[in-house]
């Protein structure tokens, strides 16, 4: 009898470890997590960098390569709108991602009776989690700074740059800073202050200190704090790096969380620059490689999520040129940004350069041939220097068979690609605010906002 006591509580006991074990696996949550945010980026932005890829390889049309985050096993729709519109801004959006409060279009982590609320980044920095915040932006434009700052308005950079410094978090990677008040030097001091290192020099990027906190911001930065674009040659100091410098200084025992934007498909979207969206897709799909690269070490503890704010521009592809078809190679003739083209608008005004040289400079950087530039010729002349840009990409979209709507963002809804731990739960249709509801359950926070 008492043998057989025994082996009903040998048999207990070894039922209780092994539910204590499944209980366990269960209920495991991501310790490393990577959100990237394609700024503007929508399904249809995905699908134009697959076809133009497939386009200019020469492949059948059933024959395209996915981007990395396009093969992810989890994809689910996200219902994109704010409290007070059908389309929203970068500032509303991100702050319903990182917090899960629905708001005005304008809002960093303020609800509509202007509280403030918690990003979810510092919901994770509380439980011993470092973090990275990584943009190719402004470090102080919108979507970054929905996950580390509040204010009323995205406009009041000079709060932002220093919720940014305050926040204590530990890695920030980004162009430069939006200047109001505040000059960068400034910035930067009171950044040093609380115990920062200013990275701004490639041989500093290279020989980063895993140590200490640290801000990187690039010497090419433009004058509104961007990188240069990819197709226009951008730096060492770009995305892919970035988040290959953000897991060589955030790994630890507790994990991190990054959030990685990619904030010049929106730029690009606004002035209706295809082939711009396209290069910084492909980018925004390097770094997700590199994420992914991590995860095959920490398959069981990594979760990547890769979705976008909103979509810019209404990007169609088709038009009333070509008949069920695009023409997407065509772009492969463009080789600079907008950018460059509003730059080269600016000197044709101040050195009144000829038109005949004007054509061969639009022929060698743009592909454009045969085109009837004499009026916006002579409005750059006359001071427009949007002209020349607005008629020479709306060629360049014609004879690849897209289409724009507009120069603004729409209400489009917006994909959401979901891979590794906890990843499964992504799927289906839901709001921005549910999005962070799901992305607060799998890591085990408390919703509190």
Do not use: W
């Not at 840009?389 to 994909?415: C, F, M, P, W």
């Amino acid at each position: 009898m008492k043998k057989k006591i025994i082996l009903l509580c040998i048999g207990i006991c070894v039922m209780i470890g092994i539910g204590i074990t499944i209980y366990s696996k269960l209920n495991t949550y991501p310790k490393y997590i990577f959100l990237f945010i394609g700024d503007g980026m929508s399904s249809t932005q995905v699908e134009l960098t697959e076809i133009y890829q497939n386009s200019i390889e020469g492949k059948e049309t059933d024959a395209q390569e996915l981007l990395s985050f396009s093969k992810f096993q989890t994809i689910g729709l996200r219902k994109n709108y704010t409290k007070t519109s059908y389309i929203p801004d970068s500032a509303a959006s991100a702050t319903a991602l990182s917090s899960g409060a629905l708001t005005y279009n304008g809002a960093i982590n303020m609800d509509m009776d202007l509280k403030e609320v918690d990003s979810i980044a510092y919901q994770l920095h509380n439980q011993k989690k470092k973090i990275g915040i990584i943009t190719t932006v402004a470090l102080n434009h919108a979507t970054p700074a929905a996950f580390y700052a509040n204010a009323e308005s995205r406009t009041d950079y000079d709060k932002i740059s220093y919720d940014l410094i305050e926040s204590g978090f530990e890695y920030f990677a980004g162009g430069s800073f939006i200047l109001n008040q505040l000059s960068l030097s400034k910035i930067k001091n009171y950044a040093s202050e609380q115990g920062y290192t200013i990275i701004d020099s490639e041989s500093l990027l290279q020989n980063i200190d895993r140590n200490t906190k640290n801000i990187i911001i690039s010497p090419t930065a433009t004058r509104e704090g961007f990188l240069d674009f990819v197709i226009d040659n951008r730096t060492e100091f770009n995305l892919e790096n970035y988040v290959r410098k953000g897991i060589e200084v955030l790994d630890n025992k507790y994990g991190f969380f990054i959030m990685t934007e990619s904030g010049l498909i929106d730029y690009a979207g606004h002035n209706n620059d295809a082939r711009s969206v396209i290069s910084e897709v492909e980018e925004l799909d390097k770094a997700v490689e590199v994420a992914l690269e991590f995860a095959k070490k920490h398959p069981k503890e990594t979760l990547i999520i890769v979705t976008g704010d909103h979509e810019t521009g209404g990007l169609t592809l088709g038009n009333n040129t070509v008949t069920y078809s695009v023409e997407l190679g065509n772009l492969q003739k463009q080789r600079n940004s907008y950018v460059k083209l509003i730059e080269y608008a600016e000197q044709i005004q101040t050195h009144q350069i000829p038109y005949e040289l004007v054509l061969r400079y639009l022929q060698t950087n743009y592909g454009i041939v045969d085109e009837d530039l004499q009026e916006a010729y002579e409005r750059t002349l006359a001071g427009d220097t949007q002209a020349l840009r607005e008629k020479v990409l709306a060629s360049i979209n014609q004879n690849a068979g897209i289409y724009y709507s507009t120069t603004y963002h729409t209400a489009d809804r917006i994909s959401v690609y979901a891979y590794g731990a906890s990843s499964e739960k992504f799927a289906g249709v839901y709001d921005s605010a549910e999005f962070n509801d799901i992305l607060k359950d799998v890591l085990h926070i408390k919703n509190n906002t």
